[in-house]
């Protein structure tokens, strides 16, 4: 989605906003297909809930973090780990 959302002209808080916002919808649509499926227990949820409050600190603190950036450091940053996870895909498809 990263090229995606760059090539609409999404910067800094509104790229990383429009992006938390396809991964909750995504989070919730397996989340319905597990429960459906019996798949979803009682412990897994109470350790997702876990999880997302870390996840929600950790997006206070990227938030603070992107916000003190230039637009051109966080492009080279996010371009940066394009290239690196789409080289670790290739080099390394089995990890």
């Known amino acids: 989605m990263t090229p995606f ?4 002209g999404l910067r800094k808080g509104r790229y990383l906003s429009t992006d938390a916002l396809c991964t909750v919808g995504t989070y919730i649509t397996r989340a319905i297909i597990f429960r459906r499926n019996e798949l979803l227990t009682g ?7 876990y999880i ?3 996840m929600i ?6 938030r603070r973090l992107v916000d003190r950036m230039s637009e ?4 080279r940053i996010l371009e940066g780990l394009l290239v690196f996870f789409g080289l670790r895909l290739l080099l390394w498809p089995s990890d």
């Open 43 to 49: 412990p897994l949820i109470t350790i997702g809930l």
């Open 52 to 54: 997302g409050v870390v």
């Open 5 to 8: 959302f760059l090539s609409h």
């Open 57 to 62: 600190g950790g997006a206070w603190l990227g």
């Open 72 to 75: 051109k450091t966080f492009l």
